[in-house]
């Protein structure tokens, strides 16, 4: 397995979708039976005794208080619905990953009270199911989508997303633990960081939100996340925030990327309602579950939504992770 070199230095948003060539894939919309609360920003789905679950992010529209990770199922009629006896986690943006053989989950634990900002942390829970899941490690103050991922040599891979003087608006840092329980918060804010994703010059940032040990004698891993930046719309005399798909090949060994891509623009999918006026072109992925032999990237969508779509990507998505 080998992979072109890479650009060496960061590509912007506009760089990549001029390689993009269809910016309308027909992606859906999710049918989540959430009563009065929005549910968006999804996990991967997983299977768990023969049933298709997924976690979401679940709260009311103008609000960003009182949000919970809540667990979805997908029912035969086609919707998704809460599973009544799970416990809702406290947190935004959740995930959830088989790491050998303990099941990890977490998300973004926000605290709107306290002065400044970056007043988050990344809270992880593992249990032996997806259901009884007990907390494990808090990352370090400041630091959103933590991931952890299964290496094929048993080993677990951590992705870091350092912001302010380390990662600016947001960069992604990886390391390699030894097992599960030797990941720690301060090895996380020690992780080497990927220079050559997003140009801060350019105002963008990024992170990662799953990714896929494929071996290989140099040791590649392929990784999903976003990638955003703000854009001046004239009509409001204001900045929005767009967020897109994005998926990259990375060389463990020299941290060289390649195989950079947009995945997925809000115009690939229906229209929907927006959070706030300036959330109108999101697409916030959770990761990829393989349909029919295609690649279906599952994501939020305008923070009140979730859609998928299918798409092509540079790398095999483990047999495991479907």
Request: proline share 6%; charged share 25%; hydrophobic share 35%.
């Amino acid at each position: 397995m080998s992979y072109p070199q890479t650009q060496l230095l960061p590509r912007t948003i506009e760089s990549l979708l001029q390689e993009k060539h269809d910016h309308h894939q027909a992606g859906q919309l999710l049918d989540i039976q959430s009563g009065d609360q929005d549910a968006y920003n999804v996990s991967s789905p997983f299977i768990y005794e023969g049933k298709e679950y997924i976690f979401a992010r679940l709260e009311a529209r103008k609000s960003d208080r009182n949000t919970v990770s809540v667990v979805l199922e997908h029912n035969q009629s086609g919707s998704w619905t809460a599973v009544q006896d799970f416990d809702p986690l406290p947190l935004q943006d959740p995930f959830v990953k088989k790491v050998h053989d303990k099941w990890v989950a977490g998300g973004v634990r926000y605290y709107p009270d306290r002065p400044g900002s970056g007043n988050w942390e990344t809270h992880i829970y593992t249990g032996n199911s997806p259901f009884d899941l007990e907390p494990y490690l808090v990352g370090p103050y400041g630091m959103k989508d933590v991931r952890l991922f299964p290496m094929n040599d048993g080993r677990v891979g951590v992705l870091t997303r350092p912001q302010g003087k380390v990662g600016g608006l947001g960069k992604v840092g990886i390391y390699i633990a030894n097992s599960l329980d030797e990941v720690n918060a301060e090895d996380m804010t020690k992780a080497p960081i990927i220079n050559e994703l997003f140009d801060h010059s350019s105002g963008e940032w990024g992170g990662a939100s799953d990714a896929y040990d494929l071996g290989g004698n140099d040791g590649y891993v392929g990784i999903i996340g976003h990638i955003a930046r703000r854009v001046y719309n004239p009509q409001t005399g204001r900045y929005d925030r767009e967020y897109y798909g994005h998926s990259w090949v990375l060389n463990l060994g020299s941290l060289a990327v390649c195989e950079e891509s947009i995945l997925a623009c809000r115009e690939c999918f229906p229209a929907t309602e927006a959070k706030y006026p300036d959330l109108g072109k999101v697409v916030f992925p959770g990761g990829v579950r393989v349909e029919n032999k295609r690649n279906v990237v599952y994501c939020g969508l305008n923070d009140v939504a979730a859609g998928k779509v299918t798409v092509e990507l540079p790398f095999a998505v483990p047999e495991a992770d479907t």
